[in-house]
């Protein structure tokens, strides 16, 4: 199957031999297609694929300030960038995943959001934000969601239900709230298992014992409904993310090795760092923080996705 890849104009350069600055000069007379991404240009390009799997996980913690709305928007970027077909889908009333890809949440109809899953139990056709990146986006109205779902037969699994139709894509991320209410439960209940991020403070350690009991409680929930879906898994949570690290404190040290030491629950993903003025930039431009200009930023996204690709992601290699 083709797919379409972004390469970096730096990295196109080097491997076409020519510095980057005539790349630059054929991007102004139009003899070389490219997209501008925020400070950076990327080159597409047409590869062969494989078959997508359509993996779904959530972003899941009850902990606000985790970073999961962001780790959605920059690991579906890397994910898309790499070739393959991301669905990010956008389960928080607060709809900053929408606002921070560039769609305004107050021009958001409640038929693009999830309300069309738990009202017709189908997804509504999704807005596409990037080359290979697609997004059900998020209303303050979607809080309207929790009571619904409430009176809804099954309705915890109305996403997955919805997804398990939905094909096109190679991998489906799902941004959850910072809750344990309805909306959050159908979020987590929605497909192959959750991706914890962990705040490296007190904070994080205070709400981590509470988001694995939670997690035993979705698998049980699951392993009735839906026991193909957990067999032979102790967990449904496939990898802890620590983030906000900062390596100039103790505390955030100590932390650090307290997740580590939950690698028999699930693996722990390499950290990622308390980088404010990368993630701002970000938000305020409406890009991924690979776009900021921070090359560290970028570098650390993109161990992160190497590391649930050979971990977590069940996803054939799109060739480079």
């Known amino acids: 199957m083709k797919r379409e890849r972004l390469v970096p104009l730096t990295e196109w350069a080097r491997r076409e031999g020519m510095s980057e600055s005539l790349a630059r000069k054929w991007i102004r007379e139009g003899r070389l297609e490219a997209v501008r991404l925020g400070h950076y240009w990327y080159v597409p ?33 890397e994910m898309a960038s790499r070739g393959y077909r991301v669905l990010l889908i956008d389960a928080d009333p607060q709809a900053n ?34 080359r290979n990146l697609h997004l059900v986006p998020a209303s303050v109205n979607l809080a309207l969601g929790e009571l619904e779902l409430d009176r809804k037969p099954l309705g915890a699994l109305a996403l997955r239900t919805a997804l398990e139709r939905t094909d096109g894509y190679d991998l489906i991320l799902v941004d959850s709230l910072p809750s344990l209410g309805s909306l959050a439960v159908m979020a987590a209940l929605a497909g192959d298992g959750l991706l914890v991020p962990v705040e490296t403070g007190a904070k994080g ?22 026991p193909d879906a957990v067999a032979g898994r102790s967990h449904i949570i496939r990898a802890f993310i620590p983030t906000k690290y900062d390596a100039r404190t103790q505390g955030d040290n100590r932390v650090l090795q307290a997740i580590q030491d939950l690698e028999e629950v699930a693996p722990v993903a390499p950290r990622v760092a308390y980088r404010p003025g990368p993630h701002r930039r970000a938000t305020e ?27 977590v992601f069940r996803l054939e290699e799109v060739p480079a």
Request: a negative charge; glycine letters at 10%.
């Open 285 to 311: 431009e409406q890009v991924p923080i690979q776009a900021t200009g921070d090359k560290e930023a970028a570098e650390e996204i993109a161990r992160l996705a190497d590391f649930l690709l050979e971990r």
């Open 205 to 226: 350690v205070q709400a981590l014992q509470a988001v694995i009991q939670v997690a035993r409680e979705y698998r049980e929930a699951l392993r009735k409904v839906a």
């Open 97 to 130: 995943l929408t606002a921070w890809l560039g769609v305004d949440p107050g021009r958001v109809e409640d038929e693009e959001t999830l309300l069309q899953v738990i009202r017709q139990d189908f997804l509504p056709r999704p807005r596409q934000v990037g």
């Open 45 to 77: 390009e047409v590869v062969e694929g494989p078959e997508g799997r359509g993996q779904i996980f959530t972003l899941f913690t009850h902990a606000g300030g985790a970073g999961k709305t962001s780790l959605a928007r920059d690991l579906g970027f």
